[in-house]
C-alpha cells in the first residue's frame, strides 16, 4: 500500500469505524477517543493528540462536519474543508481511525465507538464531558490534556488577517 493509501485508509464511515472498533476489540485493543474541528492543524493541535494516543493503543478523532464546524465558530469557518481536515489528521501516524460526525455533539459517536478512554483539553471538567455517561458506565475512564498557551485556531486567523 503506498503512503497516501495508508492515510486514506485511516479514514472511516461510521459503519466501517464500527467493524473496525469490533476488531480492536477483539485484539484487546485500549481505545481512546477525542473529538473536535481541528481546522488548521498546529503545535497544539499535535501535542494534544499525540497525548490523548499515549493514554491508549488507539485513537479515534471524531471531526466536526463543515456545517457543524460553522455553528460553533460562525460562518467564517472552517477555513479548511472537511475532506482536507480529515486527510491532514489521518495522516498523523498516532492517529488510527478519523471520522465525521454532524451532530451538534459527539454523543452517538461515542456510544457507536465505546471507547475506554475519553479525552478532551482541560478546559472541560470530566464530569461534564459529552460522553462521559457512556464511558464510566463501562467502566472506562476521561482525562483532560492541558493544551499550549498561545497555539489555538483563533489565534493563528488574527495573525494572518493582521499581516
Known amino acids: 500500500m503506498n503512503k497516501l493509501n495508508t492515510v486514506l485508509h485511516k479514514i472511516f464511515t461510521w459503519e466501517s469505524l464500527q467493524d473496525q ?3 480492536w476489540e477483539a485484539a484487546g485493543k485500549k481505545i481512546v477517543f477525542t473529538n473536535g474541528c481541528f481546522d ?3 503545535k ?4 494534544y493528540l499525540a497525548k490523548a494516543a499515549d493514554l491508549g493503543d488507539v485513537l ?6 463543515d456545517a457543524s464546524v ?3 465558530k460562525g460562518p467564517h469557518r472552517p477555513i479548511q474543508d472537511e475532506g482536507a481536515r480529515l486527510q491532514i489528521l489521518a495522516s498523523l501516524g498516532f492517529v488510527d481511525a478519523v471520522v465525521l460526525f454532524d451532530q451538534q455533539t459527539p454523543y452517538e459517536l461515542i ?3 465505546q471507547p475506554d478512554i475519553l479525552v478532551k483539553g482541560s478546559d472541560y471538567q470530566p464530569e461534564k464531558i459529552i460522553g462521559y455517561d457512556i464511558v464510566t458506565a463501562k467502566g472506562g475512564s476521561v482525562k483532560t490534556i492541558d493544551f499550549i498557551e498561545g497555539y489555538s485556531t483563533s489565534a493563528i486567523e488574527k495573525k494572518i488577517k493582521s499581516a
Not at 497544539?44 to 501535542?47: C, E, N, R
Open 44 to 47: 497544539g493541535h499535535v501535542d
Open 60 to 65: 479515534v478523532l471524531g471531526l466536526n462536519t
Open 70 to 72: 460553522s455553528k460553533l
Open 40 to 42: 488548521i492543524l498546529h
Open 21 to 23: 472498533v469490533k476488531q
Open 111 to 113: 456510544n457507536l465507538v
